[in-house]
């Protein structure tokens, strides 16, 4: 760990959150100089997911990834933002973000302030961690180096590799850490994860601000990040975490534009689960949940949007499919379905889901907080979730049964559902607040 | 929920800190070679492959019975993988002029003479003549 690794990575990951924010005043998802910073951690977010994205075609059309190409990339897509905010006739105005009276602040200062001192030390943790992760060193993190080194998706590598079906957009966002870090510094790299941690919590915080009380939002924000589970092993080099927030935002994302219908949340969301298609092989699964969810419960009139965001993260999932093809690699979906597997796997996934020594709380309380929303709270919002946590939950199981390689067992050398499982302790994080919320207001939509 | 902060939260903030202090007291090699330290028989190998074979070179991994002193986790695959990962930018190539030796058959390799030895866990680095 060198001082100029640390610098040259702040400033990548500045960029990325330059870039996100001219994307998002593009599409004109703030005008004023509080909300941008209520935004800020989206994005950040928004920006690493459409680098990531963009990276996995180029590397597939056979452009060299270098220090000049992620630069120009990274110049590109935050011009097109300005660009086009410009077009659309963006502005930006004093102003700042609304926090409510004296107890509200209160709270907010303390939810803010013991995020803040618990990412501080993990950040102290992660600068000097040592990689130890089998599937960060078996792959993860080995694609990454190839791309570093050899400026591409090098074949040799990419095929014989342990999981060779999974996307690229995990050891580009590595690849690129190294660049600014000025070489393959595999221990300051844990920082580069510590970076999406902290833009998740700031994404999640500032979009659920202006639609949740306080004291709902920080409880389910910091409890997802102390439980046993997670803690410094957010920190991991693999995509599981990654995929995890990217498709919690985007899931959150479009829970609030079931609400208000805004185009630029619709848009960001597509972003971010084009990304999480280009993370892990789960990845569409994932996206194709959330965004079956969305068309479950919308008006019809908001389907044509919908489509066209579908049809969005469809293309961007392209590019590598086609070179897996290209390569003969398999896909990776699950050979078969032994329906045998069926009650173990489902038990299995019910164990580990509610597993209080994993996740404490959280996902109890957030089914909980479903129900009181189907109850009391606003049903289309509380079915939206429903459908979304319903299908993940089905997807775990579906990976259980259909591959019979995996026992079934929640020892994480066997079976990955306690990683899988990840994506819906996120969910139930950013989706209590708004569940909770409703039933607060009694009815009110979020 | 608010309970469950008040009870995660100092454990999780301490060992956060304990684990700072633990990686603080680290010393360069083992930071570098992290998973490593559970897979490898012996630091050593690596390290010297690392010194000794080029950046722009190749190397092969052969694999022997397994020593009684080495870890469980030190099986064909993972002591491949481990090193593929440590030890890019160098490629892996089945007749590559160095070999990453694990108490393997010499006689696989005629003509091949170690440039580097541990006896004691049947580790050697050894080089194909040119």
């Keep these: ?446 | 929920m608010v309970v469950a902060v008040v009870w995660l939260y100092p454990k999780a903030f301490a060992q956060a800190n304990r684990t700072a202090r633990a990686n603080v007291q680290l010393d360069n090699v083992d930071r570098q070679l992290g998973g490593g330290n559970s897979v490898l028989p012996d630091q050593a190998i690596a390290i010297e492959a690392r010194g000794r074979i080029p950046t722009h070179g190749t190397f092969a991994v052969a694999v022997g019975p397994r020593q009684p002193e080495w870890s469980v986790l030190a099986d064909p695959g993972s002591l491949e993988n481990y090193m593929r990962y440590f030890l890019l930018p160098r490629r892996i190539n089945p007749s590559a002029p160095w070999i990453l030796c694990f108490a393997c058959d010499r006689s696989a390799f005629p003509g091949a003479q170690p440039v580097w030895e541990d006896s004691a866990e049947g580790l050697a680095i050894l080089r194909r003549p040119p």
């Design chain 1, 1 to 446: 760990m060198t001082w100029r690794a640390l610098a040259g990575l702040t400033a990548l990951n500045l960029a990325y959150a330059i870039v996100g924010l001219s994307l998002l005043w593009g599409l004109l998802a703030f005008r004023t100089w509080g909300a941008l910073l209520r935004l800020a951690g989206l994005g950040y977010l928004v920006g690493l997911a459409a680098f990531g994205v963009l990276w996995t075609a180029l590397l597939v059309a056979g452009v060299p990834f270098g220090g000049v190409g992620i630069v120009v990339s990274l110049v590109v897509l935050a011009a097109a933002g300005v660009v086009f905010g410009r077009f659309r006739g963006a502005r930006l105005e004093r102003g700042l973000p609304r926090i409510g009276g004296t107890p509200i602040v209160l709270v907010s200062a303390a939810g803010i302030a013991l995020a803040g001192l618990f990412l501080e030390a993990v950040f102290r943790a992660a600068r000097l961690l040592s990689l130890q992760e089998y599937d960060a060193w078996a792959f993860w993190v080995p694609k990454g180096k190839a791309i570093y080194f050899f400026d591409g998706l090098d074949a040799r590598l990419f095929t014989t590799a342990p999981n060779a079906s999974y996307p690229p957009l995990q050891p580009i966002l590595d690849a690129a850490a190294f660049h600014a870090m000025g070489g393959a510094d595999v221990v300051t790299l844990h920082v580069q994860f510590w970076f999406v941690v902290v833009g998740a919590v700031g994404a999640a915080a500032g979009l659920l601000h202006p639609r949740t009380p306080p004291w709902l939002l920080w409880p389910p924000l910091l409890l997802v990040l102390v439980v046993p589970r997670f803690g410094e092993r957010l920190l991991a080099p693999q995509g599981d975490v990654l995929l995890d927030v990217l498709v919690a935002v985007a899931a959150l994302l479009l829970a609030l534009w079931l609400g208000d219908a805004a185009g630029w949340r619709l848009a960001a969301a597509a972003v971010l689960l084009a990304a999480g298609a280009n993370t892990k092989r789960e990845g569409i699964l994932f996206a194709a949940c959330v965004l079956a969810a969305a068309f479950v419960v919308s008006r019809p009139r908001l389907w044509p949007q919908l489509v066209a965001a579908s049809l969005a993260v469809g293309l961007a999932v392209l590019p590598w499919r086609i070179w897996t093809a290209r390569h003969e690699i398999s896909s990776g979906t699950p050979p078969s379905f032994d329906t045998g597997r069926l009650a173990g796997a489902f038990r299995l996934s019910f164990d580990v889901l509610y597993s209080n020594a994993r996740w404490s709380v959280l996902p109890l309380v957030a089914t909980v907080a479903l129900a009181a929303a189907v109850v009391w709270g606003d049903r289309r919002l509380a079915t939206y979730i429903g459908f979304v946590a319903v299908g993940l939950f089905a997807g775990g199981v579906w990976s259980t049964v259909g591959f019979p390689d995996l026992a079934i067992t929640a020892d994480e050398s066997g079976n990955p559902i306690v990683r899988y499982t990840g994506s819906m302790v996120f969910l139930a994080a950013v989706a209590a607040p708004l569940l909770l919320s409703s039933v607060w207001r009694k009815g009110d939509k979020p």
